[in-house]
């Protein structure tokens, strides 16, 4: 079983940039789709990018679009959620997420889940 250890979080001022990793054990992520979800405060679980197994796909939430960027090295089996130009309205908890078929934005289709990093951004 495929486990996700998510860091890289924290406070930030607004504007700033956040390099989130999420790290897999247990198995190899080569074999997954990923995604990174948040969660803020009183909110429901949001998605906010997925990238294919090989990495030749990638999805963003509009509000992540040309701000955050997923990546991933399948021989280091982490995945990446470069962030840059963070808003205060970023701040939640951030998830990574493992996928055994294909990239998808929803949620119940993810097998696997980290237990979350808190990024928080002031303003």
């Known amino acids: 079983q495929v486990q996700l250890v998510e860091s890289g979080g924290g406070l930030v001022q607004a504007g700033g940039s956040l390099r989130l990793s999420c790290a897999a054990s247990?198995?190899?992520?080569?074999?997954?789709?990923m995604g990174w979800f948040r969660q803020a405060p009183g909110k429901e679980r949001e998605f906010v990018a997925g990238?294919?197994?090989?990495?030749?796909?990638?999805h963003y939430t509009d509000s992540a679009k040309g701000r955050f960027t997923i990546s991933r090295d399948n021989a280091k089996n982490t995945v990446y959620l470069q962030m840059t130009s963070l808003k205060p309205d970023d701040t939640a908890v951030y998830y990574c997420?493992?996928?055994?078929?294909?990239?998808?934005?929803?949620?119940?289709?993810?097998?696997?889940w980290g237990q979350g990093t808190q990024v928080t951004v002031s303003s």
């Open positions: 997420a493992a996928e055994e078929e294909t990239l998808t934005t929803r949620i119940l289709d993810y097998d696997y």
């Open positions: 247990g198995g190899t992520l080569s074999s997954y789709a």
């Open positions: 990238i294919s197994w090989r990495g030749s796909k990638t």
